[in-house]
């Protein structure tokens, strides 16, 4: 008897054992066809006698053999049967290829029960070597196949195997893109090291750190001088120098220092702090020498005090308090409290 | 009785391509570690070349301002100098400092010779009173001893010295 198989456009040929096979989409069937345009039920194939034959099942996109449309046919050799738009060869073939068919009489005869099996087409009984390759022949019937659905393969690659493939793609051009963005970085990485910018940059870092720190710690600040008086009467500043620095605007210029001497403005100057007072310095001039708005980095100052004499020896004279210069001086880098003057007089 | 439904067994090229994901993967991971490395360390570099650039810019504008010098005083006077009282804002070699004679009683009031240069110092173990010599600004109140009369005088000021490296009185 011929067995059928049907050849679908990619994958393994379908091979048909059973009698009814109940081909279509739905995982029930026997033979499961992963095409949209294939029914859940399509079509039945069915074995009578000799012959095969294929019956709709009532499918959507209908069944076709040679391209027309069919309700039921036979499948012969050669054909092409069509399920929607999924086209399978039909192959009518020998069974199994490797037996050696036997005249009927014969082969009953050494049938080891003594007669045909009910099952097996008496008229042309399958008979295979043993192992030893004995002239003994014994009949076998063709083995059914199981019924495990058969599960063609004829839509391409799987889902799963697609976004794979598409993420390991992915994934091997970002390794692409990293290494040439790698190749990329690396070079302008050597050409920003070895550029004279670089160089230069390093060159006149290496020159200014002795500097670094020291206008970390407000070298360079200005701050606004306070003069607290702590004693109980008044105090006169005699003298009051300072050092103010101007930030220049534009890069590449030094800053300018501008100095304050009271002695270079007035001979006579003298800035009275009543006791307890808070004040902060501003001095007024119409000599721009002369003015100073009382910020700078560093001040200096000296008061005078009447120092009470020792006592005189019995009979003497009382004698004169002693002038007495005190000095005050400091960096004014930030904000800072008053200079206290005159505490414990 | 409807069928079993079917076993779903991965075909070959899905078992190809999830043996080849790891393999991708790791190469990826690698390459992306490697860029990274190597963008952050570009970065980094620009970064500081930046920093450096603007520092070495203000630091550029304060460096002739900022000399630590040592202090010397040059006398090309006739007279003796008498030096009551110095202050200085100078640099210890790392940090700013201040030294104000008034507050060290190690200091002693300076004499200076006519046609004497000399510089001022003071070592101390008090605080504030070891004072190296070097001085960015200064005050300091001397006087001119002349046959007459005591001539004071008090200056202040950022130290340059009249010939860059004294404080040259006439």
Known sequence: MAMLLLRPP??????????????????????????????????LVERRGESWYVVDQG??????????????????????????TLPLGVELESEMPQTILMSSPAAAAVSPDGAADADLPSAHPVLVPDALGDSLMEPVRSAPLPREPVRADVSGPPLATTLLGTVIVLMLGASGYFWMGEMHTRKDLVALSRSSEMANTQAEWQKYQPIDQLEKDGALLNGALRLCNRSA???????????????????GQSYTVKGYNSLLCRQDFKLTLPPGSETPVALESENERCRWNGHGVFYALYVRRLVPPPAPARGAPPREPIEQ????????????????????? | MPAPAPRRRFPVSTVVTLALLPLVGLLSYT???????TRLALAGQSAQLETLGARN???????????????QICNKSPYPLHVSWVSAAYSDGRHLRHFDSERCPGWQAQEIAAGENKNLLLSST?????????????????????????????????????????????
Not at chain 1, 59 to 84: C, H, I, K, Y
Not at chain 2, 31 to 37: E, G, I, V
Request: charge should be negative.
């Open chain 1, 10 to 43: 990619s994958g393994a040929p379908i091979e048909f054992a059973q009698d009814r096979t109940l081909m279509g989409r739905d995982p029930s069937c026997a033979v499961v066809l992963e095409d949209k345009s294939v029914s859940r039920r399509h079509a």
């Open chain 2, 57 to 71: 810019a203000v630091l550029g504008r304060a460096y002739d301002v900022l000399q630590n010098r040592k202090f």
């Open chain 1, 325 to 345: 210069t005190v000095y005050y001086s400091g960096l004014l880098n930030g904000p800072r409290d008053c200079v206290n003057i005159g505490e414990g007089w």
């Open chain 2, 126 to 170: 008090e605080e504030g009173c070891n004072w190296n010599g070097n001085v960015i600004y200064y005050a300091m109140r001397f006087s001119k001893e002349t046959d007459e009369a005591s001539l004071p005088f008090s200056v202040a000021g950022h130290y340059r010295g009249y010939d860059r490296d004294c404080f040259t009185v006439q």
């Open chain 1, 59 to 84: 499918s959507a996109n209908g069944t076709f053999l040679d391209g027309t449309p069919v309700a039921e046919a036979e499948l012969r050799d050669g054909q092409e049967l069509r399920l929607g």
């Open chain 1, 233 to 251: 009467g008044p105090i006169d500043v005699a003298w009051l120098g300072a050092v103010h620095l101007e930030d220049p605007a534009a890069a």
């Open chain 2, 31 to 37: 390459l992306f570690q490697k860029w990274n490395a």
